[in-house]
């Protein structure tokens, strides 16, 4: 009962801080030091951590649901179109070309590197370094992005150049743990002129293809061999952390609209000095 009690921890943190640009690895750093698991196989929690995403993202699934359905099933969304292409949503089925573009950069390198980069950048002092880092940046962009009027207001002016161009700030946070998947993603949205709603829109759903591709990556380096402890625990995480992602997505797109990102920014950097206070001082 002790690690379904975790597990629930986990999976409450996961839902919370994967769409906050806050760092979901940095808060699951910092909860496994207080809470590791015990009697799960060596490398469980590095899967555990990643696959645990996957409620996020059925979270993004059900909120958006008719946003990235692209295939016109009945008669009314079929209008008086004939043929094959009438049960396709061509504005959907751009958009998600426009995602794929956007996902190539992360997913070369991260099936290139993953391990490498596990190895170099996945501790304390990384992890805060680019909470600390990120933070800054978030304050600064904000306050440079005050008064400019925004280039991209609809998920449709975003052009295949843009969706690239955003992909490649969500390499950042593939290479460095902490970064913030939603933090990099939607700072380097603001900095080429997409609005804040558009940028964090298009960061959900970046997530779907990213989050799956990382979550089977790291199940295929995993194995398929677990304990009825280590999938019950796996399965408890998605599980809750779909459900506290549906309260926070919806709080987020409520609180973008008129908020800025700075609170983010200085909540990111408080976080970084507490992990090495912890790490360096405490421990």
């Not at 995403?53 to 958006?64: N, Y």
């Not at 993953?114 to 990384?126: E, K």
Request: aromatic share 14%; glycine share 8%; with cysteine.
């Amino acid at each position: 009962m002790l690690e379904i009690l975790k597990a629930i921890i986990y999976g409450i943190v996961e839902g919370i801080t994967e769409w906050l640009p806050v760092s979901s690895t940095g808060h699951l750093i910092l909860v496994e030091e207080l809470l590791p698991f015990s009697g799960t196989s060596a490398g469980f929690f590095d899967m555990f951590d990643v696959v645990i995403q996957l409620g996020a993202i059925m979270a993004v699934v059900v909120l958006f649901w008719s946003q990235i359905w692209p295939f016109a099933l009945s008669r009314a969304e079929r209008g008086d179109r004939k043929g094959l292409m009438s049960f396709v949503k061509p504005e959907i089925m751009t958009l998600w070309f426009k995602i794929l573009v956007a996902c190539v950069p992360a997913a070369v390198i991260g099936v290139l590197f993953d391990d490498v980069f596990d190895a170099l950048f996945y501790n304390p002092v990384c992890v805060a370094l680019a909470l600390i880092i990120f933070g800054v940046a978030f304050i600064v962009v904000e306050n440079w992005n005050k008064g400019r009027t925004s280039k991209v207001n609809a998920l449709a002016d975003i052009t295949y150049t843009t969706a690239l161009l955003i992909g490649i700030f969500q390499l950042i946070a593939a290479v460095f743990p902490g970064t913030s998947r939603s933090g990099a993603t939607i700072v380097g949205a603001l900095i080429i002129g997409v609005s804040r709603t558009v940028a964090a829109e298009f960061t959900f759903f970046l997530a779907i293809p990213v989050m799956f591709g990382a979550s089977l990556l790291k199940i295929v380096k995993f194995g398929f061999d677990f304990t009825g402890l280590e999938l019950t625990l796996l399965l408890i995480g998605v599980l809750v952390s779909f459900l506290v992602s549906l309260f926070v997505l919806r709080f987020l797109m409520g609180y973008i609209k008129k908020h800025d990102f700075k609170v983010f920014g200085w909540y990111r950097i408080v976080l970084g000095i507490v992990v090495l206070l912890y790490f360096f001082v405490i421990k």
